[in-house]
């Protein structure tokens, strides 16, 4: 039998392709060990990004247009433009058939009327399905005896709660927090208030907000400490050294030039 040997180029073409690493030639062994190591320090790469903080998210700004929306809800679709020309205290909770929600949605409904007597409309938000509110809300009519007036937003793809930062990383990424923001009829922001999961909100006090807010806005005056409706409002201090001087006999109770409060209606 007559065995030729294969063509020495054919021996080189087969050599280099078992050995051709990105165009360079190397024996196997230092091509697996340069392999591993570029592996190792990809691996590296990856758990350094996993490793790094997560950075919170951005939140709105007081006085500046909140953020705009379009959601379904309970109610049908909304947007924050179906709100122009009323006040809206839009509030966050963490998921529905939830014990401290439940006290929290059953509070605000029963408020709900004195809302509305303020020009105020509430709107909830939960990162759960519209089914899920719906089951909820039966449910608590049920067991509670209350029914739940107001639209809740059916976030599930977190884009409204995002632009709220109502997704606190520190609290949880799929559940949104206790927020709640009061939004002026000409839809800017004009209060917030973040609650940690584990904590109630008080009900009554987002109604005092909302009221000392549209004092402040129709008198040109601040609210002190604790205030309500009836109780005395703290007058802007003086901006000059003249206003100073004449502020104690402007009328005011003053009890120095720079704390006077007046009476409104």
């Known amino acids: 039998m007559n065995l030729r040997r294969p063509p020495k180029q054919m021996i080189g073409c087969w050599s280099k392709r078992s050995t051709d690493y990105g165009g360079e030639t190397h024996p196997p062994e230092?091509?697996?060990?340069?392999?591993?190591?570029?592996?190792?320090?990809?691996?590296?790469?990856?758990m350094e990004t996993l490793a790094e903080p997560r950075q919170a998210p951005g939140l709105p700004r007081l006085r500046q247009p909140a953020p705009d929306f379009e959601a379904p809800t309970t109610h049908g679709l909304k947007k924050l433009s179906d709100y122009r020309g009323k006040w809206l205290v839009l509030f966050s909770h963490p998921a529905d058939f939830t014990p401290v929600c439940t006290t929290e949605f059953i509070a605000f409904a029963k408020a709900y009327e004195q809302f509305r007597a303020l020009n105020c409309e509430l709107l909830g938000l939960s990162i759960d399905s519209n089914f899920s509110h719906i089951a909820w809300e039966r449910n608590i009519k049920e067991k509670f005896a209350v029914e739940i007036p107001f639209p809740i937003i059916a976030d599930l793809s977190m884009e409204v709660a995002r632009a709220y930062g109502m997704i606190q990383p520190g609290e949880s990424d799929t559940s949104a927090v206790r927020a709640t923001f009061v939004i002026d009829p000409d839809g800017k922001l004009r209060a917030m208030v973040y609650y940690p999961m584990s904590n109630g909100r008080s009900i009554p006090e987002f109604l005092r907000l909302v009221k000392a807010i549209q004092t402040s806005d129709e008198h040109g005056v601040a609210t002190p400490e604790g205030w309500q409706p009836g109780d005395r409002v703290i007058v802007p201090p003086p901006k000059t050294a003249q206003e100073a001087e004449t502020r104690t006999g402007e009328g005011y109770e003053c009890t120095d030039w720079y704390y006077c409060t007046k009476q409104v209606a």
């Open 30 to 46: 230092e091509a697996r060990e340069r392999d591993s190591l570029q592996l190792s320090s990809n691996e590296e790469d990856v």
